[in-house]
């Protein structure tokens, strides 16, 4: 039983250094819009990411001061609260941060990725055309047919 253990990646530290790193990596990722870094530290920050962008669209205080103590940063968070003021993510309900994977590293064959953040605004998805019924029009056989044609 694991109930001593708290859930999340650990990304081969311990939870002091992960939390740091991921508050670094955090803090580039927002001065930059994009970092390059491997896939599981790109998949540990994602949710953090998401969860600072949605407090910025909230943008309350409490936000605030909960952003300020997740990136550590206050020039920072001011940044990232006027960008989703301005409608950044207007109308996007989450997927604030895209990863493309690059492949290996040279070095250590380590999985390298990008992590973005998205910027583009939000495409409505096209409507779906409704499936018109064909419904197959039986022609009447002629008059002046024979019985065995109309049978076919």
């Given at each position: 039983?694991?109930?001593?253990?708290?859930?999340?990646?650990?990304?081969?530290?311990?939870?002091?250094?992960?939390?740091?790193?991921?508050?670094?990596?955090?803090?580039?990722?927002?001065?930059?819009?994009?970092?390059?870094?491997?896939?599981?530290?790109?998949?540990?920050?994602?949710?953090?990411?998401?969860?600072?962008?949605?407090?910025a669209?909230?943008?309350?205080?409490?936000?605030?001061?909960?952003?300020?103590?997740?990136?550590?940063?206050?020039e920072?968070?001011?940044?990232?609260?006027?960008?989703?003021?301005?409608?950044?993510?207007?109308?996007?309900?989450?997927?604030?941060?895209?990863?493309?994977?690059?492949?290996?590293?040279?070095?250590?064959?380590?999985?390298?990725?990008?992590?973005?953040?998205?910027?583009?605004?939000?495409?409505?998805?096209?409507?779906k055309?409704?499936?018109?019924?064909?419904?197959?029009?039986?022609?009447?056989?002629?008059?002046?047919?024979?019985?065995?044609?109309?049978?076919?």
């Open positions: 039983m694991r109930h001593y253990k708290k859930s999340g990646m650990k990304l081969g530290t311990d939870a002091s250094h992960t939390k740091a790193m991921k508050k670094s990596l955090c803090q580039a990722l927002f001065a930059n819009d994009r970092i390059k870094t491997t896939l599981p530290r790109a998949k540990a920050i994602r949710g953090d990411v998401d969860r600072i962008v949605t407090w669209k909230r943008g309350d205080l409490h936000s605030r001061r909960l952003a300020i103590a997740k990136l550590g940063d206050k920072l968070v001011r940044e990232v609260f006027e960008k989703a003021a301005q409608g950044m993510w207007e109308g996007r309900n989450g997927g604030y941060t895209r990863i493309m994977k690059l492949g290996p590293r040279k070095g250590d064959n380590a999985e390298v990725a990008i992590i973005e953040i998205v910027t583009e605004p939000v495409a409505a998805k096209a409507p055309a409704e499936a018109t019924k064909v419904t197959k029009v039986e022609e009447a056989p002629a008059e002046d047919q024979p019985a065995e044609e109309k049978a076919e």
